[in-house]
């Protein structure tokens, strides 16, 4: 088992502190597991790169069959992948995928497929 932890607040740092150990994490005052559990912990330090983090706010403006384009993106298919499930053209699919970066403000499709999979792992039935 591991335990995401959101800045560096290890077992041996909290056993290192002169004061006694804390279950939260000194960054953030997130709650840690306790040390004694033997859980390794794996370090986060990420952030969602800026252009990304900026899509994120519009994707409202994509429309029902952009947003499944987007969803797919996010899955990771190809065009073609879209094109089969979706019983339109390869051509129509690269429409929908410019469009979708162009409304985002995104630079290429690996972005619009990161910022897809952020919002479903959010929000697994889609965006609202």
């Not at 932890?5 to 804390?22: D, F, M």
């Not at 000194?26 to 899509?55: E, H, S, Y």
């Not at 499930?85 to 699919?93: D, K, M, N, P, Y």
Request: proline share 7%; net charge positive.
């Amino acid at each position: 088992m591991v335990a995401l932890v959101c800045h560096a607040n290890s077992p041996a740092e909290r056993a290192a502190e002169k004061s006694a150990p804390t279950d939260r994490c000194n960054a953030c005052g997130a709650v840690l597991p306790p040390a004694d559990q033997g859980v390794p912990l794996v370090v986060l330090r990420a952030t969602i790169p800026q252009p990304i983090a900026a899509a994120l706010r519009f994707t409202h403006l994509l429309s029902a069959r952009e947003r499944t384009v987007f969803q797919l993106l996010g899955a990771g298919y190809d065009n073609r992948s879209i094109a089969s499930e979706l019983g339109v053209s390869e051509r129509t699919v690269k429409r929908h995928v410019t469009v979708i970066l162009a409304k985002l403000g995104l630079e290429s499709r690996l972005q619009a497929g990161l910022a897809a999979l952020i919002i479903s792992s959010s929000f697994p039935g889609g965006p609202k």
